[in-house]
């Protein structure tokens, strides 16, 4: 207990140590500061100048009644009068006259404005950063913000009380000061290091304000990174024809395309297209993401449809922002869809040879065979048509088709004006390789409907250096038909 209570004492003088620092404990302390008076009990011992001599102020007229809540500079020289000695205090227009030896008297009501005003003086020029996030009870919403949780204030003043001082600060609005608000000395002391930061210790704050950014930054870039690691596919709506150094690309109704971005000059949207950069037009792509809205108003012509795509306002924002990985995504995409294509297009071009060479190994001329009725009122009668390919190596000149009727029994059958049989020629030339179409109107007239099909009987070539190849018979020219040229026939 002994202890507890010697530590107790010690931490009570200390405490009165502190609490009378503003104070003094003899009138030579007062001596060149400038002193604030709590009360008037000086009044009752003080003196003024009155034609070069010391007179009480209480017997002067006129002379002000009150000196509380004055400040007052304590001249360093003291005042000599008939043996006495004097302390000076310089007012606002006045001037008082202590004497030394009723310092008992007076001592009590001075505190010292020179020892506040030097802390005062020290802590406004360290003490420049408001930590609002630990005092956010005046801070304002409409401060500058620096470093997330300081804001900058200024020190507006003080002003002495008998607890000591209060000091006025304001935050600050870039270059304008905001309200004024004030705290006491003692608050001060006991949290200025957690609400009022150092000039010199806002580091931390620094590096935390950074590593917030560098980490929104970094986040920024992934966000970013997925964002164009998207693909952006469109739908040609036209067909369009571009030329890319020596190379012709075709692009036809329908195509998917990888688009990649804005050129804001051209007002064009780039796209990646096999192998090739291509520049299209808004109006001419459709984004496989976009939205129609449709709005009723009164009238049939006040509906109105919008199509809105966030991918077509994204690319146009973005516009050169992330063009390089966002080309990598699309380009990816092309060489995987191009491959596709071409290897489509191998495919086709090996089955077209594969087919080329069954023809002309196999020599088959006819790939569409069938009836062509015409588009009058006399449905009963119909022509011929035939789809030819040259699988010779000559060119062809004529073709000529004779075609027999039968009935239902399969007996050779005449049409209505009496023909069972027709010969029709169709003029060429077809080169080798090449194909061609002859169709023919009303070959037959079959009022009674009696004649069940038609079937060609001789095919004769006759090509352009005067030989000629005729094929007899139904079965054999058969042969010399695609499988899918007419179905049952």
């Known amino acids: 207990m002994r202890n507890l209570f010697v530590i107790l004492l010690l931490l009570s003088c200390t405490s009165s140590l502190f609490a009378q620092e503003d104070r003094f404990s003899n009138v030579i302390q007062t001596r060149g500061k400038d002193v604030y008076l709590k009360d008037n009990s000086a009044l009752n011992v003080a003196y003024t100048m009155v034609d070069g001599k010391v007179k009480p102020i209480k017997k002067i007229k006129n002379f002000a009644t009150s000196i509380v809540g004055k400040v ?29 030896d009723d310092a008992p008297l007076y001592l009590s009501s001075f505190i010292s404005k020179t020892y506040w005003q030097e802390k005062y003086d020290s802590y406004r020029n360290d003490y420049v950063y408001l930590n609002f996030k630990n005092y956010s009870q005046v801070h304002s919403t409409r401060a500058t913000v620096e470093y997330d949780d300081l804001s900058h204030i200024e020190w507006r003043g003080l002003e002495i009380s008998d607890d000591g001082a209060l000091y006025y600060m304001c935050e600050y609005n870039g270059a304008i000061p905001l309200e004024k608000f004030k705290v006491t000395s003692k608050f001060f002391e006991n949290n200025k290091d957690d609400f009022f930061i150092k000039k010199d210790d806002i580091q931390p704050y620094i590096d935390k304000y950074n590593a917030r950014l560098a980490k929104e930054k970094r986040e920024k870039e992934i966000a970013d990174s997925i964002e164009n690691s998207k693909i ?14 020596d190379r012709t690309i075709n692009v036809y109704k329908g195509d998917t395309l990888a688009i990649f971005s804005y050129d804001s000059a051209e007002e064009k949207f780039v796209a990646r297209y096999h192998y090739g950069n291509l520049l299209f037009k808004p109006e001419k792509l459709e984004f496989l993401d976009t939205k129609t809205t449709t709005t009723e108003g009164r009238y049939s012509w006040e509906r109105k449809t919008v199509f809105t795509s966030e991918n077509a306002e994204f690319l146009k924002m973005k516009g050169e922002e992330g063009k390089e ?59 011929m048509y035939f789809d030819v390919y040259n699988c010779f190596s000559k060119t062809v000149k004529y073709v000529e088709f004779t075609m027999v009727n039968y009935n239902a029994v399969g007996d050779v059958q005449r049409d209505d004006i009496g023909r069972s049989s027709r010969t029709v020629r169709g003029i060429g030339p077809i080169e080798p390789g090449e194909g061609g179409r002859y169709s023919w109107d009303d070959i037959f007239w079959d009022d009674r409907n009696i004649i069940d099909k038609t079937r060609l009987t001789n095919v004769k070539f006759i090509f352009k250096d005067g030989t000629t190849k005729v094929f007899h018979g139904y079965s054999n020219i058969k042969k010399h038909m695609t499988s899918d040229a007419w179905g049952s026939q």
């Open 72 to 100: 007052y500079a304590v001249e360093n020289d003291i005042y000599n009068f008939k043996k006495n000695t004097y302390i000076v205090l310089k007012g606002s227009g006045e001037t008082i006259l202590l004497k030394e």
């Open 232 to 245: 952006r596919l469109a739908k040609a709506l036209d067909e369009a024809t571009f030329e890319d150094g």
């Open 325 to 383: 990985q966002r080309f990598i995504v699309a380009a990816d995409y092309d060489d995987e869809q191009t491959k596709i294509w071409l290897g489509e297009l191998k495919t086709a071009i090996d089955n077209y040879r594969k087919d080329v060479a069954y023809k002309k190994k196999n020599q088959i001329f006819i790939t569409g065979i069938g009836y062509d009725y015409d588009s009058n009122e006399y449905s009963s009668r119909f022509g």
